[in-house]
């Protein structure tokens, strides 16, 4: 892509060329950190853009253009886990369901003794519908008149 002010647009296909395409994650697994293949969540990356100030970056964002295949949505992550729900990470050989890890710590017979001697239980279930993995970066005006702190 040549516009004024960009120096590089890289994509997932440049990353995988210099064997970069993939990041390590907390569960032992990896990520891609540009789409390679296809685009396996709402808002996962397809490319980069470096650029000499963001005002180019944000022309060149611009001319992008991404065609993308609908896939079968998955919306609930309870649902994900469902026997024939879409495989979202089907790159891996021999993924059949969504599961990423399975974890359990401590005695299991231990933790039921402790439940069943309990005067009250009061089981709840919990999802999360949507995150992300990036922190929100908030953007604000500097006042000198503001006195400002962090911690």
Known sequence: MAHPGVLAVITG??????NLAWAPTLSADVQA??????????????????AEDRYAARDALELIDVEYDMLPPVIDARRALDPGAPV?????????????????????????AV??????????????????????KPA????????????
């Not at 296909?13 to 210099?18: S, V």
């Not at 950190?33 to 470096?50: C, M």
């Open 13 to 18: 296909k440049d990353l995988q060329a210099l």
């Open 33 to 50: 950190v540009l789409v390679t293949d296809k685009v396996r969540f709402q808002g996962q990356e397809v490319a980069f853009v470096v």
């Open 88 to 112: 979202i990470r089907d790159d891996i050989e021999g993924r059949t369901d969504n599961r990423i890890f399975d974890w359990e710590i401590g005695d299991a017979a231990e933790t039921e």
């Open 115 to 136: 439940f069943a001697a309990a005067d009250v239980v009061a089981p709840r279930r919990s999802c999360i519908r949507a995150c992300t993995r990036r922190p929100w």
């Open 140 to 151: 604000a005006p500097w006042r000198t008149s503001i006195r400002s702190t962090a911690g």
